[in-house]
């Protein structure tokens, strides 16, 4: 059965910093694109940031370019989102996504399609 699970949200501070992680199981990780998005309330959901499955590459939103980094460790099969310099727009539920059907995406992260995303963690950003 597939899984993405989100942990690491939490409450910080305006200019703190935050890691939140993505374990997945039950697809070969490896071959996978992950995004994140996130969505606060009344919002629409926002794209985040991408890493390929590929090569490696990746995408930022212009709202946390410079700010959030992502990576990859295929061999524990999770992705982290690194998040410095937070701000209060940016609290919000975060997502992990991927695309696991040939089915039309339901939601596009830069490049990175997905039809399918775990349950979120909550990310506080208030001082």
């Known amino acids: 059965q597939v899984h993405l699970v989100e942990s690491g949200g939490g409450l910080v501070q305006p200019g703190g910093s935050l890691s939140v992680s993505c374990a997945a199981s039950?697809?070969?990780?490896?071959?996978?694109?992950i995004g994140w998005f996130r969505q606060a309330p009344g919002k629409e959901r926002e794209g985040v940031s991408c890493?390929?499955?590929?090569?490696?590459?990746?995408y930022y939103a212009d709202s946390v370019k410079g700010r959030f980094t992502i990576s990859r460790d295929n061999a524990k099969n999770t992705v982290y989102l690194q998040m410095h310099s937070l701000k209060p727009e940016d609290t919000a539920v975060y997502y992990c996504?991927?695309?696991?059907?040939?089915?039309?995406?339901?939601?596009?992260?830069?490049?990175?399609?997905?039809?399918?995303w775990g349950q979120g963690t909550q990310v506080t950003v208030s001082s």
């Open positions: 996504a991927t695309k696991l059907t040939t089915a039309q995406a339901m939601g596009v992260v830069g490049t990175c399609e997905y039809d399918y």
């Open positions: 890493i390929s499955s590929s090569d490696g590459s990746t």
């Open positions: 039950g697809f070969t990780f490896d071959y996978y694109d």
